[in-house]
């Protein structure tokens, strides 16, 4: 599988407002998120290392205590088992990226 069209993924509901698309590798997951404006997630932690992308739009996140306005251009890097949460200030398209491949992502 060396080429796929994201728009062709089935899309799931995993939370209020995060609809996701997912690409499993063998070792990671590329999760990509269309998110409606105020759609919140709850503050958490998981053993996956997370890269989090904002490819449109304005996301609040939270990583250990600090808080910063994502927009696209700019990535958290969340180590494993460090709380983060966050909020969508405007809809928003993201891209997180886990290492290793998240179990419960897959639909």
Known sequence: MAFIDVRSLAEKEVLPGYKGRAIHTGTMTYMYW????????????????????????????????ETQMLEPGKVAVIPPRVSHGGRAITPCELLDVFLPEREDYKF
């Open 34 to 65: 269309t998110v409606d404006a105020g759609a919140v997630i709850p503050e958490h932690s998981h053993l996956h290392e997370q890269v989090a992308n904002v490819l449109k739009g304005q996301f609040e996140l939270t990583v250990n205590g």
